[in-house]
């Protein structure tokens, strides 16, 4: 177990391209090497993956670990596990880091299954305790509980960690890591999945990244109240989300449903309209920064955590909304 | 084909939630429970494959004693077959655990094509055990699906649309295959009353740690990596702000109120 150091993050792509936001673990990874008196080392696997371990070292990597060539073009967890297991099997991280997206629980499920290691799933905290293991915080029972557990049974002790929960790092260009090539071989044939096509979906702000959310709930009373919803949302370059009421109503597809059985979502501001504020909602938005509640109903429990409440029908209140923002943004 | 759906039972989300603070885990028998929202659409979705494809479909529960409640919905629910891990020695078990445990018990079952789950499940909220039972098995791991686009059983492939951020990806992958489900990919069903009737009569056996072969230093609390030291319940937030006034004068302030955030640009 000893043999076993630094805290590893890995770098999540797609087509190519990389977001902003595939860095946001710089930053917790970071202060959890310090506190291990370790190292930050990032790994990227991928094709053509160059320009993403430079960027990985300008976020703070030490040391970029790359695995690179055509089998691993897109992400398939057949492919990427067995990169980033060889990785592991070869340099023994302490601590590894993904986010929790499809990409990131898929490959850290993977690993954690054929190295036989433990997986924190979604954590919201990460601290350092006295036995140098990593302390988890997760959300039990959709947010109703917090949950604290470590691994310090065995190594890596892999964790993925909820996207926007911790600050992004500064980039530094001037900041250089140590890049590590290593080949990993893939043949197509023994490969099991392929990915065929990626359809772009008509939600175009994805709620899991989004900084700000209009969402609707019962009290929008039918399919065309979403309409006026989605014009703030455009408005504010905001996600549509929904209470499950909405979506089981049929007024709006499932895919924009929060709460414990939709999305756990943290925007900076949730401008919630109609919504009565069950837990099962509560569950899924009850850590954005800023919420908003818009309902006729004064006694809604939506209010008890609102940061700013108006009582009102949301069929007059946010088309007012709507122009007054166009009109101090001038749009 | 044969396809087995994996069921877990899971407390009521609606009902109080009892924690055994000794040991970290959830006083299960003494919570209200259900079958897990997720994995209705699991069973669903191995039913209509079944009707589709002419399939066998094996339940597959692992949980104690009264978890058979889950299994004897799904026979009720015309399952073929349905079979029920307990046993005292896995309490405590973590995700790397079940899936250990699960993986062993569709090995004992034998010759299966396909795995269904749900995405998750809303006690743990992990999401992670089938896509670590397929990792176990070698089976194609497949998860967040939105629709199964077919099966060819005779050449072993199966597509499927993933529904991930941002899109859906369409994704081709030989089988035996673990697929977990996304909510809303179809309707469950409910069982009718001779079905209920039928599932009543039904013993429902039990396989334990042995029968399974499953190693005693990898189940339960001993084989568990991820233990629990704290239990919390979160802060809670701060009262906030109830604006009030006429509309006009309401909606005005709340926008000044929001632009003061810095956030909408």
Not at chain 1, 193 to 209: G, P
Request: with cysteine.
């Amino acid at each position: 177990m000893a043999d076993y150091k630094d805290v590893w993050v890995y770098v999540e792509h797609k087509e190519g391209a990389f977001t902003p936001m595939s860095y946001e673990l710089f930053g917790i990874g970071q202060k959890l090497a310090g506190d291990l008196g370790a190292n930050l080392c990032a790994f990227v696997i991928g094709e053509n993956t160059d320009e993403l371990a430079k960027e990985a070292g300008y976020y703070g990597a030490s040391k970029v670990y790359t695995v690179d060539g055509p089998p691993f073009k897109t992400f398939r967890p057949d492919a990427y596990a067995k990169a980033a297991t060889s990785l592991i099997d070869k340099y023994k991280p302490d601590v590894v880091l993904c986010r929790s997206t499809s990409q990131g629980a898929d490959l850290s499920a993977a690993c954690a299954a054929k190295l036989e290691t433990g997986l924190a799933s979604d954590a919201i905290g990460l601290e350092i305790d006295a036995s140098k293991a990593v302390k988890v915080t997760r959300a039990a029972f959709g947010g109703n509980f917090l949950v604290g557990v470590v691994n310090a049974k065995t190594k890596p002790q892999i964790t993925t960690v909820r996207p926007k929960v911790f600050a992004m790092a500064q980039r530094d260009a001037s900041k250089q890591a140590e890049v590590v090539k290593e080949t990993v071989e893939a043949a197509e044939d023994d490969l099991r999945t392929k990915v065929l096509q990626f359809m772009k979906s008509e939600v175009t702000v994805n709620l899991v990244e989004a900084d700000i959310i209009v969402s609707g709930g019962r009290g929008v009373g039918k399919p065309e109240g979403f309409k006026v919803l989605r014009e703030l949302a455009s408005t504010l370059g905001a996600a549509l989300g929904a209470s499950r009421a909405a979506v089981d109503s049929g007024w709006i597809p499932q895919e924009h449903q929060v709460g414990q059985t939709g999305k756990t979502v943290k925007p900076k501001i949730y401008i919630a309209c109609g919504i009565s504020g069950a837990i099962q909602h509560l569950a899924g938005m009850r850590t954005s920064d800023c919420i908003v509640a818009i309902n006729k109903d004064a006694e809604a429990p939506i209010f008890k955590i609102a940061s700013f409440g108006v009582v009102g029908d949301y069929n007059q209140v946010v088309p007012k909304l709507i122009d007054e923002f166009k009109k101090r943004l001038s749009r | 084909m044969k396809i087995v759906v994996c069921i877990k039972q899971v407390p009521d989300t609606e009902a109080e939630v009892k924690w055994d603070l000794q040991k970290g885990t959830l006083k299960r028998a003494d919570m209200d429970a259900i079958t897990n929202p997720f994995d209705e659409f699991a069973l669903e979705e191995a039913l209509l494959t079944k009707e589709k494809y002419d399939a066998e479909v094996v339940a597959l529960s692992m949980g104690p004693q009264k978890a058979a409640d889950v299994l004897r919905n799904a026979l009720a629910l015309t399952v073929n077959e349905v079979h029920h891990v307990s046993d005292p020695a896995l309490e405590g078990s973590d995700t790397l655990a079940t899936s250990y445990v699960l993986a062993k018990a569709i090995e004992k079952i034998g010759d299966v094509d396909l795995v269904l789950c749900g995405k998750q499940a809303t006690d743990g909220n992990t999401g992670v055990v089938g896509s670590e039972i397929a990792a176990r098995l070698g089976y194609s791991q497949l998860s967040l699906v939105g629709k199964i686009v077919e099966i060819d059983a005779a050449n072993k492939r199966i597509k499927v649309e993933r529904g991930i951020e941002g899109g859906i990806e369409v994704v081709e992958a030989k089988l035996p295959a673990v697929v977990s489900v996304l909510k809303g990919i179809n309707e469950p069903r409910l069982p009718n009353l001779m079905g209920i009737r039928k599932a009543a009569k039904v013993q429902i056996p039990i396989w334990d740690t042995n029968e399974i072969g499953a190693a005693k230093e990898k189940i339960g609390a001993e084989g568990a990596t991820i233990k629990v030291i704290e239990l919390t319940t979160p802060p809670p937030r701060a009262g906030g702000e109830m604006l009030s006034g006429e509309v006009d004068e309401v909606s005005n302030l709340l926008v000044e109120k929001l632009l003061d955030l810095k956030v909408i640009k």
